[in-house]
DNA sequence: GTCTATAGTCGGATAGAC
DNA sequence: GTCTATCCGACTATAGAC
């Protein structure tokens, strides 16, 4: 994630097309905020991480917020494509009745594990700036934060909620599914990975995570056998 | 950072004039660092929320960094309080051979549920301070994180260590104790309880933190008896 | 120790040339 | 579409009265 490589030298007349800049403002602005949060991120260092210069942030924007706003819905996009085939096939087997156990499970660890892929492969900025959502600028955060619950909250519930047979309104199974999320992010941050030295393999890491989402869909499945005797 | 100039050594139950204000100064700055970042809370609203004038914080702190700071020794001194107990009665245990599997994982509950009732009991402005503290303003940071990971992590992993076995820095071991604190601290945020209609039912939270750290701590022990076939 | 007043800096946003 | 130059408000910090 650095942050000088961004600017390039512009000629006059090799300006880049508009969509181009927009684009790579959004991604460099990813970083930034997801470095040092919204009032942390100036409007100027945004503009130099981006090569652009100050005003270009109102031209394409209309305001910092609004380039802030921008960046919510690309990690939204983002979000959404990569869950989208999971959901759909969580919602195809869901309309179906007798659906194997094994299929629902299959299905529960596909889904989190798109999550997970985002999380833990995609860039850095990505993940800092997920893990930043839950405790900034909460009004901004809304539509993502719905967005992870729609495209993957409220799947996974769904397919716990038929796994063990209970409404999905159960507070234990929710609070749960969320805690898996909300662990996944918190092992997302890079903070705790110095401390046992791990660096950049990235492919370990996703495995104990992997091993622990496994864990935990069994811990709930078995804790809802027992309630239920 | 802890250059107090303003400040003197000062003794339980004997507080010069201003002590209290300098009290009430770091405890209402906890709560508003904590809600609104470092960047978000101006020195005017630090100020105002503790009924002081804009000067006070730099005759008190020297500057905002140091009000800061002086929140961040305020947590770190309350985290040690609130876990010696536990982690003195570990350290006993663990220099004696021969303990009972038992008494260990009574050990290890016993250190994870007293970081937890410090997390979800106190001020909503501890919890939150904690929860940020892990993605920003890393230098001010760094003894907040260090704290937990003494006052909390280490024990816990020293215990884990012994009921399975193998060195402590087994990475899956270790790992697997740092996304313990780091779901509890996720799931000490507010964001997801208004989800599940939980408000302020605090005691059922709890519950629920509880037993999935018992579940959990029973997990590890699985997976480790598992390895070692 | 606490206050008012203000200095000095930096933030976001704008005007208007090209 | 992109630039330079600039405004104005908000911020942190200081000076100095009481």
Redesign the interface.
Known sequence: MSVSKASKPLRPGTYPRGEETRRRMIETALDMFAL?????ASTRLLAESAGVNLPAIQYYFGSKEGLYDAVVDHIIQRISERTAPAAARVAAELAKDDVPRATLLALLYQMLDAFLALIVNDSEGHR?FL??A???HATAMEPL?DAV?RSVVRPCVALIARLIDRPAED??T???T??IL??V???G?K??QR??G?GDRNE??LN?VR??VH?HTA?VLR?ARRARR
Not at 36 to 40: D, L, S, T, V
């Open positions: 040092r949060g919204y009032e942390g800092l893990y930043r839950e405790v900034e934060q619950r507070d234990l929710i609070a749960r969320l805690l909300g662990q992010m918190a092992f941050h903070g705790p401390d046992i791990w370990e890491r104990v091993e622990l864990e811990a804790a």
